[in-house]
């Protein structure tokens, strides 16, 4: 395969646009996960992050795009989306 078989730049923005639709279903999907659980939370940032404050449970930032929580202040952990979050958030 020679390198005109092949276009690199057209491949990186179909990567791209893939990852952003991708990312986009799962703000949708967890977003909506949350709002249904019921637990108080707030939104910040057009909803890209998802405030936890309750007294007596750890301050949470979650993040809807990636399915990663930031848990005071440590580094960010993957829970795989909102439902296993909650579930982790419900047993804190």
């Not at 092949?6 to 986009?24: I, T």
């Not at 990663?68 to 580094?75: F, K, L, N, P, V």
Request: proline share 4%; no cysteine.
């Amino acid at each position: 395969m020679d390198d005109d078989d092949f276009d690199w730049k057209a491949y990186q923005q179909a990567m791209k646009e893939d990852r952003q639709a991708r990312h986009s279903r799962w703000k949708q999907d967890n977003t909506a996960a949350i709002a249904a659980s019921g637990i108080p939370h707030r939104s910040t940032n057009n909803g890209e992050t998802i405030l936890f404050r309750q007294p007596g449970k750890p301050k949470v930032d979650f993040y809807p795009s990636t399915g990663r929580a930031r848990i005071d202040g440590t580094a960010a952990r993957s829970f795989g989306g909102a439902r296993s979050f909650l579930a982790w958030y419900a047993k804190q």
